[in-house]
């Protein structure tokens, strides 16, 4: 079993949708990354976070420590949101784990 | 700045060659991160460097593998005696230095071995 797990690996919907991608994970961590990866390769962090929430634009991320679970949410959805979307947890001091990624696919 | 660079972003390779990549993170961040992705897939660690120390090197990263940072500015990343199964997306990263703080990505090499 992999330590950092994401829901769904795919996921599609409509423009204006309200999106949410799941991220659980079995190993104590210090801190939690949302990363957003468009076709290229290019990755662009959109959230580090520790503990609650936070919130930049249409997205927001939370975090429950004690859970051991983190979502990303997208309002109002737009096909420009469409990336992998890749959750990944810092484990010790500087060790990244990362999770498969979502795909997420917004038609207009 | 312009954020962090690799070079090259293609490499096509025959089995069996040495090859190496470069990053040049931003200015000033102390640390300096070597990824690999496979289709498909999220990104696995490979090595962390400090400035000029390689503090962490993963178990992926076999011998005829090597990352320098010479000068705790720009990095490499060589291959020795490529196999077909070293064909992934090395993707570099850099941070300021201290705890918990944002990673900035490049663009990544893609590197094909025939």
């Known amino acids: 079993k992999n330590e950092v797990e994401q829901s769904p690996q795919n996921l599609t919907a409509q423009e204006g949708e309200f999106i949410t991608i799941n991220c659980s994970y079995s190993v104590g961590i210090s801190a939690l990354h949302w990363l957003q990866q468009h076709p290229g390769g290019g990755i662009v962090s959109l959230f580090m976070?520790?503990?609650g929430k936070k919130k930049h634009g249409r997205l927001i991320a939370t975090i429950n420590i004690q859970e051991k679970h983190s979502s990303l949410h997208i309002t109002a959805s737009h096909p420009r949101d469409s990336a992998v979307y890749i959750c990944?947890?810092?484990?010790?001091?500087?060790?990244?784990?990362f999770g498969q990624g979502t795909r997420l696919t917004i038609n207009p | 700045d312009t954020g962090v660079s690799q070079n090259p972003r293609h490499k096509i390779t025959k089995r069996g060659q040495n090859v190496t990549f470069r990053c040049d993170p931003i200015?000033?961040?102390?640390?300096l991160y070597w990824y690999r992705q496979t289709l498909g897939q999220g990104p696995e660690f490979l090595t962390y460097?400090?400035?000029?120390?390689?503090?962490?090197k993963s178990r992926l990263l076999s011998d005829r593998f090597s990352a320098e940072r010479p000068k705790g500015s720009f990095s490499t990343l060589e291959i020795q005696r490529t196999e077909q199964g070293d064909s992934a997306m090395y993707l570099c990263?850099?941070?300021?230095?201290?705890?918990?703080?944002?990673?900035?990505f490049g663009s990544g090499t893609q590197l094909s071995v025939l």
């Open positions: 976070l520790s503990s």
């Open positions: 990944a947890v810092l484990k010790g001091a500087q060790k990244l784990v």
């Open positions: 990263a850099s941070s300021p230095g201290w705890t918990n703080e944002k990673l900035f």
């Open positions: 200015s000033e961040h102390n640390r």
């Open positions: 460097f400090q400035n000029e120390a390689q503090l962490e």
